[in-house]
């Protein structure tokens, strides 16, 4: 993936769809850290965690890893924000309530994200390392991924980069009847031009290559439409 463009590898190991059961944190523990260490001697890049408790997230810091990505937005541990201020680092918080996908309009997604980095301030975490992200996805259905693909801008009121998941997601294959998720690349790659343009500073991706050669040509758009000083 980093031969194809990417600049950071995300990895995880518990999924966060739907229906889907979380699994013992000793099982995340085993599936995670060989992978983080792995990856660890092999790259330069940094290594992103896809992680939602505290405990996972300090074994993979302690491992090497750069990123704390944290779908819960802070909210699923309340030792997770401990952890990102005892190591200083970057990270990913994602708007969500209770859990992911459970909050909709741009008004909740703002409140949501707002609450979070209100913790990050409590404990000392320099905002400057958070990203945010609107949670595309999650199962909340795809007329509210669309209504929030459409309305990204309105996130730029929190003053943090904005990190946009949209490839291969479920709202594409609804649109365009495509229930396999490998053959969601065209739809994933207009999905992200929509998004940059609307002011996504991260993409989250599948298929880098592709995706990068979008960024590039969507954000040569945005600088051509500035006046020249």
């Not at 909709?104 to 945010?132: A, F, P, Q, Y």
């Not at 940059?196 to 991706?205: M, P, Q, S, Y």
């Amino acid at each position: 993936m980093l031969d194809e463009g990417a600049d950071i590898v995300d990895v995880g190991a518990m999924s966060t769809a739907p229906e889907v059961k979380p699994i013992p944190v000793g099982l995340e523990r085993r599936r995670l850290l060989p992978m983080v260490e792995a990856l660890m001697e092999k790259l330069d890049s940094p290594i992103s965690v896809d992680t939602q408790r505290a405990e996972i997230a300090r074994a993979a810091l302690e491992a090497g890893a750069h990123i704390i990505n944290d779908v819960s937005g802070l909210k699923a541990d309340p030792k997770m924000a401990r952890v990102l201020a005892d190591f200083d680092c970057s990270a990913v918080l994602m708007a969500a309530r209770q859990k992911p996908g459970d909050v909709r309009t741009i008004e909740e997604i703002k409140h949501e994200l707002g609450k979070s980095l209100r913790m990050c301030e409590r404990n000392d975490i320099d905002l400057k390392k958070i990203v945010i992200d609107p949670g595309i996805g999650f199962g909340k259905g795809a007329e509210w991924d669309l209504y929030i693909l459409a309305n990204l801008r309105r996130l730029a009121a929190l003053g943090r980069p904005i990190c946009v998941a949209v490839s291969r997601k479920g709202f594409i294959g609804k649109v365009l009847d495509l229930p396999d998720p490998a053959s969601r690349l065209w739809g994933s790659l207009a999905a992200t031009a929509i998004a940059v343009l609307n002011g996504a500073d991260v993409i989250r991706t599948h298929d880098p290559k592709e995706t990068l050669h979008v960024v590039r040509l969507v954000e040569s758009v945005r600088s051509a439409g500035k006046p020249k000083s």
